[in-house]
């Protein structure tokens, strides 16, 4: 199982204050509907408002990232630049 | 003078033409004044469109007539609120971070209220400039004016006047019962900070608060856009993105996205300020009712009054130490402004905060806050150096609490491989502690200071990113190479990518011609921000390069008769494996002669989503000398150190760096809005907006460190945003130092250092 962490304070809205769990998702896309089936709305916010950083490295639309048994995940705000 | 660390020592360099300096592939156009730029472009009819603006900071819309303006001669087309489509909130992914397609529609033309001043309330197209701003006198707008705020932490307020009935704070434990100002709140944290700051033994703490700046790009917005009876519509013009151009058009006029084509212009400046639209819909509404295109250029003060600078804001910093210079506890609390609407940069601005820092308790909280001034755009590393010139004013302060060297204090307390982030993921291959070392034995660091002479040190970090990305490859058939993206070049990308496309191919970059291309003739591409167009449009050239070569080989194939495995490329040229052929290497250039009877043109196209940014950090070392009659203050030595991953064009880099570094100066000494009482920006123009020019400043140095990203083949990580970050404060640590006076409110202008220096007299 890999180890998430909301990071930012966006999700725990969804998640009724729980700041880390446990997933058994392999890549981002079976996160994103792992999220949704556990806390319903929050895969779709997920997906659409945050980016997803595995094991240090940030993806954003990267629905094939690779997730591992024990991956670090970061759920944080999407980032963007000028 | 610049200098390029870690670069490895061998006899014959793996890489043959990154790292080089070959002339810009735009240089002659732009030096000759021949490269065209928005306001450049002219159609066969156009007309001549203009903007009537909001006099009120805050008023409601009570009615529009245009009828007189419509009847006076050469009036071609008058557009309203009437003419657009309200659409629901929704967010949308057409730049590089979502935008409100609701907020961005209501930012073009106002609706119901106007929330600025400058807001749009009414467009005109005429048969000439003069016939357009007379049509704009004769419409008249009746308003209800409303009290304003501008002010972030006066917006904060529960008696403040409300911007929006439907904001209710998002991000906290529960949803508020009343709407605010207040649009969201981002709140980051690890351990327990107030039982590490009650237990440090050295404690400082202040409240810092920055003003909005823009982003100064020396182009002003300019568009000509033309729509057919049919539908079909073009836009040429200045953006950071044409694909964003394309796709908020068609939004917030209703259209299909394939009926609209986006042509890029040169773009003289955009520093994330031209990451959205404010012309473009404009001008094709007017297209759309007058059946000719239609030209609108903006006045640089409407470019002031109406898009986008970044937040003016509040920071406040608390920081524990122990007497050892272990840092313990961070505590950070932000409140940018918005303008009319939610979406300021206050969450990158938390995420980036402590990001230099190796923080085992910390807490940071963000505030997004809308005020009766322009909607926010973003500004190059968008709400990084606003934080930064909180912590890293208050780490100065901390250093000479504890009498501490600032650079040993950072180095020991700073981020590197292995350590969390603050933001949350765990750091791999940075260089953050290679650009401390680097400033530490820069000879700057022994120049001797005189009498009102200081000297500041401060650190920033931006992410990078990478995203969705395309390139083409199109060989000639005399060999040479077109390498077409969509990503217009703000910053040097034509020459990186036609850099990394000869190094792929094994050609000299002579022979390789980059262009941009318009949204009809390449694949889509995310706008040129965030540090992303050398990283991932160049990932996408690369992969480009790789399926030519195969092609290249498969034809050598055919030729030599062997198969295609027994074809290697090097040096661009095939060469064959087989040890039973005695032949001589096939050149880029003899394949590419032969295509016709190989198979047709060799050409090749890659799309992708880049991901592996890798994140970028810079230390900065300002020496300044304040003139303690006049307030003035003079900038004598300024360094920059940054980690780049690797410079694919050196030169390039080396501008992006000093470039950032001018800007941040600028920020920090002398660029504000000033508003009246009524909310009217007071300085609307470059002789009052006093941003820095060449002759302000010394020639700026730089040191390029490489630490390589191992997730792009040639090892570049973004590089043209972290520059901007530590500059405000590394400057106001070297004012502070040089006058004996701390000083927490940018901009440092005369008056202000006057002030200072006169109360520390007494």
Redesign the interface.
């Known amino acids: 199982m890999a180890h998430l962490t909301f990071a930012g304070g966006d999700c725990q809205s969804f998640t009724g204050g729980l700041g880390e769990l446990e997933v058994a998702a392999t890549s981002v896309r079976a996160l994103i509907h792992e999220l949704e089936a556990r806390f319903p709305g929050l895969g779709d916010h997920v997906d659409r408002r945050m980016a997803i950083a595995i094991d240090g490295e940030i993806h954003q639309d990267a629905w094939s990232a690779v997730i591992g048994p024990r991956s670090e995940v970061y759920i944080i705000p999407r980032i963007g630049g000028g | 003078m610049s200098e390029v660390l870690d670069r490895p020592q061998t006899e014959e360099p793996a890489l043959k033409v990154v790292g080089t300096r070959p002339i810009r592939p735009d240089g002659f156009d732009k030096v000759t004044g021949r490269a065209a730029f928005g306001a450049d472009f002219v159609m066969p009819g156009m007309l001549t469109g203009r903007v009537k603006r909001s006099p009120h900071a805050h008023a409601r819309i009570l009615s529009i007539d245009t009828r007189a303006a419509r009847a006076l001669a050469g009036v071609k087309a008058v557009v309203t609120r009437d003419d657009f489509p309200d659409l629901a909130s929704e967010?949308h992914?057409g730049?590089?971070?979502?935008s409100n397609l609701r907020d961005l529609a209501m930012n073009v033309m106002a609706r119901d209220k106007a929330l600025y001043h400058g807001h749009a309330v009414a467009a005109v197209a005429a048969v000439s400039p003069a016939i357009a701003e007379a049509a704009l006198e004769l419409i008249e707008v009746t308003y209800e004016p409303l009290p304003h705020v501008i002010d972030v932490e006066a917006a904060m307020a529960p008696d403040a006047p409300l911007l929006h009935a439907h904001i209710f704070t998002?991000?906290l434990?529960a949803r508020p019962a009343s709407p605010s100002n207040i649009a969201r709140?981002?709140?980051?944290a690890r351990g327990d900070v107030d039982a590490a700051l009650a237990e440090a033994e050295v404690r400082v703490e202040g409240r810092y608060t920055t003003k909005a700046t823009h982003?100064g790009y020396i182009e002003p917005h300019a568009c000509v856009a033309s729509m057919s009876p049919d539908g079909q519509c073009q836009v040429w013009c200045s953006s950071q993105g044409a694909f964003m151009v394309r796709t908020y058009c068609a939004k917030v006029l209703g259209l299909e996205i394939s009926d609209v084509r986006v042509t890029p212009a040169e773009i003289g400046g955009?520093?994330?300020?031209k990451?959205t639209v404010y012309l473009e819909p404009l001008a094709l509404a007017l297209s759309r009712a007058s059946g000719a295109p239609v030209k609108m250029v903006m006045s640089r003060e409407e470019v002031f009054r109406a898009t986008g600078p970044t937040s003016g804001a509040v920071v406040e910093v608390r920081l524990g130490a122990r007497r050892d210079g272990t840092i313990t506890a961070m505590d950070v609390e932000l409140k940018y402004q918005a303008g009319a609407f939610p979406g300021s940069p206050v969450?990158?601005g938390?995420?980036t905060a402590l990001a230099c820092y190796d923080a085992p308790n910390f807490r940071i909280v963000g505030w997004d806050v809308v005020t009766n001034s322009p909607k926010v755009a973003?500004?190059?590393?968008?709400g990084a150096p606003i934080s930064a010139f909180g912590v890293e004013s208050a780490i100065d302060e901390l250093a000479a609490r504890l009498g501490m060297d600032p650079i040993a204090l950072r180095q020991q307390n700073g981020a590197r491989n292995g350590v969390k982030a603050a933001?949350?993921?765990?750091?791999?291959n940075i260089g953050y502690l290679e650009t401390l070392a680097a400033l530490k034995a820069h000879p700057h660091m022994q120049a001797p200071l005189g009498p009102n002479q200081g000297r500041g040190v401060a650190v920033g970090f931006?992410?990078?990113?990478?995203?969705?990305s395309t390139a083409a490859i199109h060989i000639g058939e005399d060999g040479s190479a077109t390498v077409v993206t969509g990503n217009p070049d703000i910053g040097g990308s034509r020459a990186s990518m036609a850099i990394m496309a000869a190094e792929t191919l094994g050609v000299p970059v002579e022979q390789v011609r980059p262009i941009v291309a318009d949204t009809a003739s390449i694949g889509y591409s995310m706008l040129t921000?965030?540090?992303?167009t050398t990283f991932a449009t160049g990932l996408a050239v690369i992969r480009a390069a790789e399926k030519v070569i195969d092609e290249l080989k498969r034809r050598a194939a055919v030729l030599w008769s062997v198969d295609a495995d027994k074809v290697g490329w090097k040096s661009g040229a095939a060469v064959c494996l087989d040890p039973a052929k005695e032949v001589a290497p096939l050149t880029l250039a003899r394949l590419a002669g032969q295509s016709a009877r190989t198979g047709g043109p060799i050409s090749a196209e890659v799309s992708l989503?880049a991901?592996?940014?890798g994140p970028g950090f810079g230390a900065h070392l300002c020496d300044v000398e304040v003139d303690p009659e006049t307030g003035q203050v003079t900038i004598l030595r300024y360094v920059v150190a940054q980690d780049v991953g690797r410079a694919i064009h050196p030169a390039y880099v080396e501008g992006q760096m000093q470039g950032g570094a001018a800007q941040g100066i600028g920020w920090a000494l002398n660029e504000e809005y000033v508003f009246d009482a009524d909310g009217v920006m007071e300085n609307p123009g470059f002789l009052d907006y006093r941003m820095p020019v060449a002759s302000d400043l010394p020639m700026i140095d730089t040191v390029i460190v490489e630490v390589p990203n191992p997730?792009h083949p040639y090892g570049a990580k973004g590089v043209g945003?972290v520059p901007i970050v530590p500059p405000l404060a590394a400057v106001a640590n070297a004012v502070s130092a040089a006058i004996g006076v701390r000083m927490r409110h940018l901009p440092l202008s005369p008056p202000k250092i006057r002030a200072a220096v006169d109360a520390r007299a007494g």
């Open positions: 967010m992914e730049g590089e971070a979502a998002e991000g434990e709140r981002h709140l980051f982003q955009g520093f994330g300020g990451t969450g990158a938390c995420m973003a500004y190059r590393a968008p933001y949350g993921p765990t750091f791999q931006w992410f990078n990113v990478g995203g969705e921000g965030g540090s992303r989503n991901q592996g940014a997730r945003e």
